[in-house]
């Protein structure tokens, strides 16, 4: 079994204003930020709330059926974001990880088509990804457990 990288629900408190203090830092500030969902859902909000930004949006994309083991490519599932509503704007993409980092890069040439500021925060980057994110918490080559997708689903 190998070593895993906890995240506490505490720890991503801290994160996700440690991380939104590095966009702010910056000068950094989205018109939109859009998570990508489910893993970036909750990471998109506290850091939206963080930075006082009240507009938000999400893209659906699978990858992972399980721990390591990944579809053959990342892929965009319904409801579709309204790209009407991005044309020209500055756009914050957030994720839990970049760890392939192919998700990221899918998401961030779908949107680079209809704006020209597209920037990309996680709270984890691992070092075999193909994209760089703008801002990010940490590195780490473990496999990480999310506070949000480690308990059981209740049934
Ligand atoms: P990527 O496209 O960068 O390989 O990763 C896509 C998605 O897979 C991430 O947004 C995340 O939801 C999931 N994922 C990748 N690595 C990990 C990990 O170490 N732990 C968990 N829990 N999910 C991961």
Known sequence: EQEREVLTWATFGDASRDLTEKIV???FVPDIVIAIARGGLIPAGAISYAMGVKAAGTLNVEFYADIEETLPDPVV???????DAIVGKKLLVVDDVADSGRTLALVIDLLKVHTADVRSAVIYTKPRTIVQPDYSWRETDKW???PWSTLPVIT
């Open 25 to 27: 830092d910056d000068g």
């Open 77 to 83: 599932l319904e409801p579709l974001l309204d790209t």
């Open 144 to 146: 990480i457990n999310f």
